[in-house]
């Protein structure tokens, strides 16, 4: 099984498509790091529009590494979704595509051990992917912006408060966010493989993935009571963004912020557990219809 893992592996990494995840990732990063070195202050200008008149900031001080990630992040984890299916929509209907599938069947391996590798082979490629980003996101804009204490900005119920996190209280959120958004991602890596099992070439699944991701978030974000109730809780969408909460931090009932601490813990390991459900669902669905899968090809 590990050699298969290592085939698979080597398949991901003769594919050109592989390469176009990383190189968006990196211009994108380098865009933001561009713009905001250019004229940060207009950005944070138009942040602070909704702060009260008499809340004073060295603007162009606030803008450092830390902030620049999450700013980077917000936007960008949007839009890896559509780079981890580029892979993961491949796993079984490229082998389809191009009639090894049947070869690969008659290895002396079961079809659960298939699944279970091109699972883990994608689920590599979404970790190494989000490390990329750790290191041209975070750690490139504390080389170019350097460090000090991160603000994040909020708005709760009608109004927008900003909160300050010590630059030595930092690092770690992130550490933990990115560990979140690994598992985030890998829901779309186990639903881009599931939809792989069904189709004969790569098009299909992939833009499949894409439009569920889109409509459930959609969903996930139209406020309307039966569906609060109802049909979020159920979605995968709804807890993808859960990352941001290692960085809503705790105050004291007089508003000091708590160093260390997590607004919402609890919150945030339900969403952990909701996602993990969503894995072992989806990829247990994936075994159980590979397995009665007819292959022609």
């Not at 590494?65 to 700013?71: S, W």
């Not at 490390?131 to 994040?152: C, N, Y």
């Not at 941001?244 to 601490?261: H, M, R």
């Amino acid at each position: 099984m590990w050699t298969l893992l290592q085939i698979e592996l080597f398949k991901i990494s003769r594919r050109p498509r592989t390469y176009i995840a990383f190189a968006a990732i990196a211009a994108i990063v380098f865009i933001f790091q561009f713009a905001f070195k250019a004229d940060g202050e207009s950005y944070m200008n138009l942040m602070l529009q909704s702060v009260k008149d008499s809340f004073e900031l060295e603007k162009m001080k606030a803008i450092n590494g830390y902030f620049m990630c999450y700013i980077i992040l917000n936007t960008l984890l949007i839009q890896v979704p559509i780079l981890v299916a580029l892979i993961a929509a491949d796993a079984i209907s490229g082998e389809a595509n191009m009639g090894t599938l049947r070869l690969l069947a008659t290895k002396p391996v079961s079809r659960t051990q298939i699944i279970v590798v091109k699972f883990t082979a994608a689920f590599i490629f979404t970790l190494v992917l989000l490390l990329w980003m750790a290191i041209t996101a975070l750690f490139l804009s504390m080389l170019i912006f350097g460090v000090d204490d991160m603000l994040i900005f909020r708005v709760k119920g009608e109004q927008s408060e900003i909160l300050q996190i010590t630059k030595d209280d930092v690092l770690w959120r992130y550490c933990a966010a990115f560990a979140y958004a690994t598992v985030a991602l890998t829901v779309i890596a186990a639903l881009s493989l599931l939809l792989s099992v069904f189709a004969e070439n790569s098009i299909g699944p992939i833009i499949a993935t894409v439009c569920i991701v889109i409509v459930c978030t959609i969903i996930s974000n139209i406020n309307v009571p039966v569906i609060d109730r109802n049909v979020k809780p159920f979605l995968f969408t709804s807890y993808l963004v859960g990352w941001k909460g290692f960085f809503y931090i705790a105050t004291t009932p007089d508003g000091q912020p708590i160093k260390g601490s997590i607004e919402n813990w609890p919150a945030i390991l339900k969403s952990l557990w909701i996602l993990i459900g969503h894995i072992v669902v989806i990829v247990s669905i994936s075994v159980m219809a590979f397995r009665k899968k007819d292959i022609l090809s």
